[in-house]
């Protein structure tokens, strides 16, 4: 495999919209409400969860990590993507991609496997609600997140360090609102057939795995929810894991549309719709989604903001 030192590409002109001039304003205040909506979303949920003793517990201990990913995840793309949707200038220094592509893989191998912990945690909760304190203890807890966060790190380390192995002679321009594997892949100047084995294996590895066991795990609790004799029982239990089966649904639907798509299938406009769903909507949904569906965060949520105006008004 080549080198970098083969490359004679700098920098990277990200097309983005620019397909479509007459809608990169429309565009640009769209995408700046939701990104407005996710910052303060996530920030609520954070805040909430920091503060409310009431929700001092394994469960909102995992959605403050989840807000805190959503947060992080949604930076490395859209500021970038609304500049862009406005400037004349489109480029990106080859360093600066490489750093996005990092941090979107960091994050997004992160998310999957905190959204496998969360399922675990409800697994637990629900089919062995008398063993669950001993097992996810606080120091559990703790293990579980990190754990999370950490298998972010290996996994964007070598998918970045092997794309970027790869010689860029021209031409650079990315048919794409970010640095994703697939349209850089295309300008590549050499066989990207052995890095496509081994980013599929990466993805397999990091994204179907968590997803089985999330799988598994709802296969459990639906199965326990079922035996529950009281209709009123089943819902109420239903009701405690139930946005979190909505947001891994978003997540993965659109992230396994998106990179398990066939070659002869894969259309950059399609593409980028599908990237729009799980890098800009879905951090917007989450806290949405965990705020309307649950009472306890609705609660803490109404008692914040009242102490808030309370204090405001002293």
């Known amino acids: ?35 407005s909506v996710t910052l303060i979303g996530n920030l609520l949920i954070i805040l909430v969860t920091s503060i409310d003793r ?31 949707l406005l400037a004349e200038n489109k480029t990106i220094s080859v360093v600066s991609c490489a750093a996005q592509m990092y941090f979107f893989f960091f994050f997004g191998a992160a998310e999957c496997c ?7 945690d409800r697994y637990m909760a629900i089919c ?40 860029f002679c021209g031409p650079n321009r990315v048919n794409h609102y970010f640095c994703d594997t697939p349209p850089l892949l295309q300008l590549a100047c050499a066989d990207t057939s052995l890095f496509e084995i081994e980013a ?15 799988l598994a795990s709802y296969t459990r609790i639906i199965t326990a929810i079922l035996r529950m004799p009281s209709e009123e029982g089943r819902r109420k239990t239903f009701s405690t894991c139930s946005s979190h089966l ?43 989604i965990y705020s309307l569906r649950n009472k306890e965060v609705k609660g803490a949520l109404r008692r914040t903001l009242s102490r808030k105006f309370s204090l405001q008004r002293m």
């Open 128 to 167: 062995n609600p008398l063993r669950y304190p001993d097992i996810i203890t606080r120091r559990a807890c703790w293990q579980l997140a990190g754990a999370s966060w950490f298998v972010g790190f290996p996994v964007a380390m070598v998918q970045t360090m092997w794309i970027f192995s790869l010689p």
């Open 246 to 288: 909505v947001v891994v649904t978003l997540f993965y639907g659109t992230g396994i549309s998106t990179y398990f798509q066939p070659k002869s299938s894969y259309s950059p406009d399609t593409k980028k719709l599908l990237s729009l769903s799980y890098t800009v909507v879905t951090p917007m949904l989450n806290p949405i």
């Open 200 to 214: 599929l294996s990466a993805t397999v590895l990091f994204i179907m795995f968590p997803f089985l066991l999330i």
């Open 114 to 120: 905190l959204l496998a912990a969360m399922a675990y």
């Open 54 to 84: 009431a929700l001092h517990s394994p469960m909102y201990f995992f959605l403050w990590n989840l807000a805190s990913l959503e947060l992080c995840f949604t930076f490395v793309i859209t500021p970038k993507m609304l500049v862009h």
């Open 1 to 35: 495999m080549s080198t970098p030192n083969h490359s004679t590409v700098t920098e990277f002109v990200l097309v983005g919209f620019s397909n479509h001039p007459h809608l990169q304003v429309p565009l640009f205040l769209l995408f700046l409400g939701v990104y």
